[in-house]
């Protein structure tokens, strides 16, 4: 996202559909080279918290916990830099997104200084989650 050259968007939220509890190190994701994604109302996406901070296609993503999956409740547009919040908590930052789902769903990377689970950040089912420039 490039506040100069990008407008003002709405915020996509949704909520957790299934909380996920696991963690790997090294599950070797590749970033998709493109900074946004659309999405729509009713898709199902999975969050992914890693350490991992470079958005070029420099080497897989590793170190990873996976949170959960997440149905979006409105359409729009996913940026890399957006921040992603759990019941009005910060949770991290979109890094960028790995296809290696799709079109069953994308995994949505977030920037965290330790990858965390689901459990560890103390989410539920219906858990909302939140999208914002």
Not at 51 to 65: K, L
């Amino acid at each position: 996202m490039n506040p100069a050259e990008d407008g003002g968007k709405r915020a996509v939220h949704g909520r957790l559909v299934k909380v996920l509890t696991h963690r790997r190190d090294d599950r070797g994701m590749t970033l998709e080279p493109f900074a946004s994604r659309c999405v729509r109302a009713g898709e199902v996406h999975e969050l992914v918290t890693t350490d991992h901070t470079g958005t070029a296609a420099e080497g897989p993503v590793d170190r990873v916990g996976f949170l959960g999956f997440v149905e979006l409740e409105c359409g729009g547009v996913l940026d890399r830099g957006d921040t992603v919040w759990a019941d009005g908590r910060r949770i991290g930052t979109v890094l960028g997104f790995d296809a290696c789902h799709f079109p069953n769903h994308y995994n949505i990377l977030l920037t965290v200084p330790v990858p965390r689970t689901g459990p560890e950040w103390g989410l539920a089912p219906e858990t909302e989650i939140r999208f914002t420039q």
